[in-house]
């Protein structure tokens, strides 16, 4: 069964990759179990979902990934640019999509010694984002 995205484009892919590297580096540290973790979400969960699409279509999240980890983004300017790219595109975000982002978020951060302090407080702030509760800077 797949997902109903009508508006299915690369940028929305290239900002959950954005956001999942957020996580993953939050605490200032890239884990090989991190960057395991989400090549095995990609496979088994969001191919699947987007098989409608085309069929490289979910791996612009891995490309994402990778190009802030060669850029050396911080976590800080990626979540930025994914808060920026969701305020701007809502509507490409229905429930079935937020849940698929919590999902792999929560495993891209309990991949390595489970969840630290500074994963959980940008886990939290982006349940916060998806319900409509903002916060200040």
Do not use: C
Not at 100 to 108: Q, S
């Amino acid at each position: 069964m797949t997902m109903e995205q009508p508006n299915i484009n690369t940028e929305l892919f290239e900002h959950l990759g954005k956001l999942f590297y957020a996580v993953a580096t939050v605490d200032r540290d890239l884990h090989e179990d991190e960057t395991q973790r989400l090549k095995r979400e990609i496979e088994k969960f969001w191919k699947p979902q987007f098989s409608e699409a085309p069929y490289s279509m979910a791996y612009y999240i891995w490309h994402a990934f990778e190009r802030a980890r060669s850029s050396e983004t911080t976590a800080e300017e990626a979540y930025g640019e994914f808060i920026t790219y969701y305020n701007e595109s809502k509507e490409e975000f229905p429930e079935e999509i937020k849940i698929l982002v919590l999902d792999t978020a929560n495993a891209i951060a309990a991949a390595y010694a489970e969840k630290n302090k500074s994963e959980l407080i940008l886990l939290a702030k982006l349940q916060l984002l998806f319900e409509g509760i903002a916060l200040k800077p």
